[in-house]
Structure formats: structure tokens, C-alpha cells
């Protein structure tokens, strides 16, 4: 979509006298009235108005870009309107508003007024054309610059850096779980601001929800947003705007490369969806590494209230508390792990094709719990977590494509695409790749992988509690200890309970084995590292590994090998002292519903004493 192909001579006006920022929004109608792209000026006034009381749309650097979705609109279309003199309103930049541009767009127009903002900012970042806009002398010679500036080949490439010393950054943290890595990136980076004198403000989104959101006005003064996530948040807020994307770890490891790659002169400039990714193979992994971690964490929470429910029927049926209490709650907690793998695969999909993914991705994953085929349903087998996961980015993909496909379409036939041919075309498309293609292998893969789980015994089950604990200290939260933590989630659902321990007692270990180095070994340690041993302690105790992230970013090679050392043999002794754990999350606050728990005590402190022995012979004494 090119700016020209919208915007005609007539629905441009030129030094206009604006007494109101409403003033001038009201000429603007009026000239998109006269473009014939209204069936109703008055209701679409209104339309413009609501979205303008929802946030300014000034943007800074004297330009202003209103917009509205309008069932009054029947075509799309772009109005401009320059001031003499400039207009003294509230802007981001405190620069009085010299330009206006409205955009219009009809009511089932999906995303075509963001795709025409994207295009529009960009554009606009060129602050010589701005000028010259600004002082064209006819509304032909305003359509003839645009045109000139998109078809000219420096298109897209204009990239002006801000002034030294005038930085002004925001960012975005995110993690699957929403925990430790959501805010130590934001820590890091407003630590590594501090140092270089930027402004920075950073918005978490935790579990808790969304902590010091950004506002309009923190976007349109911004140089430049960091994204450090490692799972999908809204980005549609950001078009227009130089985006850096990152992961939350390297934002922890390295913050100030991560801000000194915003400062550069030509940061790419986000135009919605996965634009400026599509040529970096690095980017798109993390991409969609980060819509499978978007599912898992909306997935997470139904496994761990439906875990809790189940372990704590089983503790007040020994308790004695009437049947009728704990088998409502047995029922209800299993009822959760019903909707584990709907919930993964609706919202891969969505993290990737928007709201018309979800229900192809919802059934698809309903499918695959059910392990749906052509043959008898007493021969199902459920795909699941495979089957999930194939069904969420098939469904996200399809929509993709049929959304690249229906813009082709009349305008005409929008609302039939949007309505009725996308959402029944999606679910028989995933219908017949579930059904057909991807149940039965995975159905018998699932089957066999949970006979050979059920198989493993003396030797093999305790090579596989000591593999999967270890592996829970490997990266501190990141994907090996999401992999094994994901792999005893699974296992729960299948009631394996003692994987599920070894998992829990392995991810505990390495907040405490360094939390008991500081205490044991303290000329081993600074003080400020000495000073986190009680934060770290509690970590532990809560199933937090993260706590051990910076010791572990500080001194990979020390710290590392201690903490899966001792982490895996946690595992091992956990296995091996027929420890059982119905819950995924909780650390010793579930104490009580852990099968053994006296045993898996014993397997903590084990693997905690050694991960920090491991670390007073490995570290050296500092030098006083």
C-alpha cells in the first residue's frame, strides 16, 4: 500500500488557520468528505474523535497523525493539511503541530489503517521532506513530493540519528513465565542507562500483569524501543518507530550493547507485523521461539492451578475431609489438564495470525488432545503436546497466508472473507492435517514415549532424574531449563510424578548452593554478592532458578558446572529416594503434598551443599 495511492490533490489543503487541534481535525473531515470516501460525515467525525480521546496522535517533530476505523468510510483514504501558523498543542516534543495527516479506513479494513501509519511515519522521518511539505505552494506539489519520495530509492532508508547526549530510550520486558528474567532485563538495562546517562523507561510484563505501562506520549518521544522479550507482547503500538529486538537474557547479559545497538544511526524501522525481520534467519528463530513460549505461558497456568487442586485432594482425602470436597477438586484439576493443549495451540496461533487464528488453533489443539482420526474412536491417541504445537503454528501460518491472499480480493467481498470464507477455510484446513497427517504418527509416538517412561526403571530412571535435574541449571531459566521444566509438566499430566520432582528439586538447587557459598566461603564472593544470600535462599525455596543468573553471567565457568553438578544430583537422589511431586510449581511451599518429603529434603540439601562446595574449591579468595 503506497501513500500516493491514497492521497489526491483534492484532499490536501495548504497554510490553513487552525484555532484548536478540534478545529483542524474537523477541516480534515471535510476534506476527506470532498475525496467521496464518506457515506456519512457526521458519524465518522465521531469515529475520529472517540480514537483521538483514547490517546493524542501527535507524534512529535510538529506532525500529527489521526486515524479511525469507520463503518462510514467506504473506501480508504489519506487527507493532509498543513498550518500558518503552527498550532500550540500538547505534543510529545513540545514542537507546535505544523502538518496533518488523517487516515481512514472502512470498519472490516483488518489492519490497513496500521499498514498506512507504518508506511506514513517512515516517510516522515525524513525531515527535509517534512520542510519541503510544509512549504509547498500547491496541493499538486505536495502529491508530487510523496510520490517523488516513494518511488525514489532512498524509500524507507532514511534514518537520522538523534543528537548525543539527547537519548531517549523505553523498553519492554517479557518471559514465558513472567518471573525472574521479566525483571532482571529491566534491571540491567536501566542500570546500564543510568550509567550512560539516557533516559530510559521500561514496561514489565510479569506475571502480576503489566507494571509502568507506556504511554502515547513515551512512544512518540522515544529514539528508539527495545523489545527484550522471549515471548510475543503488542507491537502494533510501535509502528513507525526504530525497534530493537532482543531476548530478555541478552538484555541481562549484555545491557549496554543492547543500548549502544539503539543508538545507532540506522536502527530499522518497525512497520507492523514481522517486517523488519524477514530477511535475518536469527530473528525469525527467535520469533518463533517466542510465539511457542507465548502459548506455554498461557498454558503454564492451567497446569500449575490444576496440579495444585489434584495434590491437594490427595492431602485432605488422607486428612480425612469429606469425598465430596476433594473429588470436586480432583475433578476440577483434572478438568484444567482437559485444556492444556487447546490453550497451547490457540495461542501460538494467535501470537502469530491475531484473533482470526485462535479458534483453528483452538480446535486444532482440542484435535489433538483428543487424538482424533478416521479410525474407530476407541483407537484414538492423544498427540499431545507435539500435536498441540504443530496445530498452533498451522493455524497462525494459514491465517497469515490467507490474509496475504485476500488482499487480492474486491473490497467488496471483505467482510465475506473476514467472516465466513477465513474462519471456515481455517478449520478445515487444520481439520484434515490433524485428522489425517499429524495424529496417527504422533498419537503412536506419544504412546510410545509414555510406555517407555512407565518402562524405565531402576538404572534408567535414575539417569533421567540426574539428566533432567542438571539440565535445569544448565541456562538459568532460559530454553535448555524451559525444555526439561516443559518435560516434567508433561510428565505430570501423564502422572510421572518423580520426574516432576527431579525437575523441581534441580531448578531449586542453584539459588541455594550460591546463597550457601556466600555464607560458607565468604572471601570467595563480594559484598554486594554476599548481600543477595537471603533473596536467594527464598528463591530457591520458591522454584526461582534465575536467582543463580548473575553469579552464573559473572562467572560462567565456575559457577555453571557447580550448579549442575549439584542440580543433578539432586535429581538423582530425588528418583532414587521414590520422591513424587503433583504439583509444577511451588518449591517447598507444596511440601506438604510432595510424596516422600523428608526424602526430597534430603535430595535438596545434598545437591545444594555440593553445588556450593563444588564452588569454594573452584572460586579463589579474592585479593583484599
Given at each position: ?240 518507530k526504530r525497534v530493537v ?124 488432545q483428543l487424538g482424533t ?72 509416538f506419544n504412546l510410545w ?176
Open positions: 500500500m503506497h501513500i500516493i495511492d491514497l492521497l489526491h490533490p483534492g484532499s490536501v489543503a495548504l497554510h490553513r488557520q487552525a484555532d484548536s487541534l478540534q478545529d483542524a481535525l474537523q477541516m480534515l473531515v471535510g476534506l476527506m468528505a470532498a475525496g467521496g470516501n464518506l457515506t456519512d460525515v457526521a458519524a465518522f467525525a465521531s469515529d475520529v474523535q472517540a480514537r483521538e480521546a483514547l490517546g493524542g496522535t501527535c507524534v512529535g517533530g510538529g506532525l500529527a497523525i489521526p486515524h479511525a476505523k469507520s463503518a462510514a468510510v467506504k473506501a480508504p483514504g489519506l487527507a493532509a493539511l498543513t498550518l500558518d501558523p503552527p498550532l500550540d498543542c500538547p505534543t510529545p516534543d513540545g514542537q507546535p503541530v505544523r502538518m496533518l495527516f488523517l487516515i481512514a479506513a472502512p470498519a472490516d479494513a483488518n489492519d490497513l489503517h496500521v499498514q498506512v501509519l507504518a508506511e506514513l511515519a517512515t516517510l516522515m522521518l525524513d525531515e527535509a521532506l517534512c520542510a519541503k511539505l510544509i512549504q509547498a505552494d500547491s496541493p499538486e506539489e505536495f502529491c508530487r513530493l510523496v510520490e517523488g519520495q516513494e518511488k525514489g530509492p532512498s524509500t524507507g532508508s532514511a534514518c537520522p540519528a538523534p543528537k548525543p547526549g539527547h537519548w531517549r530510550f523505553v523498553a519492554v520486558t517479557a518471559c514465558p513465565t513472567g518471573l525472574a528474567h521479566t525483571y532482571l532485563a529491566a534491571e540491567a538495562l536501566q542500570k546500564a542507562a543510568q550509567e550512560r546517562g539516557v533516559s530510559l523507561k521500561v514496561e514489565t510484563n510479569g506475571a502480576a500483569g503489566v507494571s509502568d505501562p507506556l504511554t502515547t506520549e513515551d512512544i512518540a518521544g522515544a529514539d528508539c524501543i527495545i523489545v527484550a522479550t522471549d515471548r510475543t507482547v503488542s507491537t502494533a503500538r510501535f509502528v513507525g529486538s532482543v531476548s530478555a537474557r541478552e538484555a541481562i547479559r549484555d545491557p549496554g550493547a543492547v543500548l549502544d545497538r539503539a543508538a545507532e544511526s540506522c536502527v530499522p524501522v518497525y512497520r507492523g507485523g514481522d517486517g523488519f525481520r524477514a530477511n535475518d534467519w536469527k530473528e525469525q528463530c527467535r520469533e518463533a521461539y517466542r510465539h511457542l513460549m507465548s502459548g506455554i505461558s498461557h498454558m503454564l497456568p492451567f497446569v500449575v492451578a490444576g496440579g495444585v487442586l489434584i495434590a491437594f485432594a490427595l492431602l485432605f482425602a488422607q486428612l480425612g475431609v469429606p469425598a465430596a470436597i476433594t473429588d470436586m477438586m480432583d475433578t476440577v484439576g483434572r478438568a484444567a489438564f482437559v485444556l492444556v493443549y487447546p490453550v497451547l495451540a490457540a495461542f501460538i496461533a494467535y501470537s502469530i495470525g491475531d484473533i482470526p487464528a485462535f479458534m483453528p488453533g483452538l480446535m486444532g489443539g482440542y484435535l489433538a482420526t478416521i479410525a474407530p474412536e476407541e483407537k484414538w491417541v492423544s498427540s499431545g503436546f507435539w500435536g498441540a504445537l504443530v496445530a498452533g503454528f498451522a493455524a497462525g501460518l494459514l491465517i497469515r497466508a490467507f490474509n496475504w491472499a485476500g488482499r487480492r480480493l474486491p473490497a467488496e467481498l471483505e467482510q465475506v472473507r473476514t467472516g465466513l470464507l477465513t474462519p471456515a477455510l481455517s478449520l478445515f484446513c487444520v481439520g484434515i492435517l490433524m485428522v489425517l497427517v499429524v495424529n496417527p504418527p504422533l498419537g503412536h514415549l509414555c510406555d517407555l517412561l512407565d518402562g524405565m526403571q531402576g538404572g534408567s530412571r535414575l539417569a533421567l532424574g540426574a539428566l533432567l535435574g542438571a539440565l535445569m541449571a544448565t541456562d538459568y531459566g532460559g530454553p535448555i531449563n524451559k525444555a526439561a521444566y516443559l518435560t516434567g509438566t508433561l510428565a505430570l499430566v501423564n502422572d510421572q510424578f518423580d520426574i516432576m520432582a527431579a525437575v523441581m528439586v534441580g531448578g531449586m538447587v542453584p539459588p541455594i548452593a550460591v546463597a550457601l557459598a556466600c555464607l560458607i566461603f565468604p572471601n570467595r564472593f563480594t559484598a554486594g554478592e554476599r548481600h543477595t544470600a537471603p533473596q536467594n535462599l527464598l528463591m530457591g525455596a520458591s522454584f526461582v532458578t534465575e536467582g543463580a543468573l548473575s553469579f552464573a553471567l559473572r562467572d560462567p565457568l565456575r559457577v555453571g558446572p557447580a550448579c549442575i553438578l549439584g542440580s543433578g544430583l539432586a535429581g538423582f537422589l530425588s528418583v532414587l529416594l521414590g520422591c513424587g511431586c503433583p504439583a509444577p510449581h511451588g518449591g517447598l511451599f507444596l511440601i506438604a503434598v510432595i510424596q516422600n518429603p523428608v526424602g526430597f529434603l534430603l535430595a535438596l540439601a545434598a545437591g545444594s551443599l555440593a553445588g556450593a562446595a563444588l564452588l569454594g574449591v573452584l572460586k579463589k579468595p579474592l585479593r583484599s
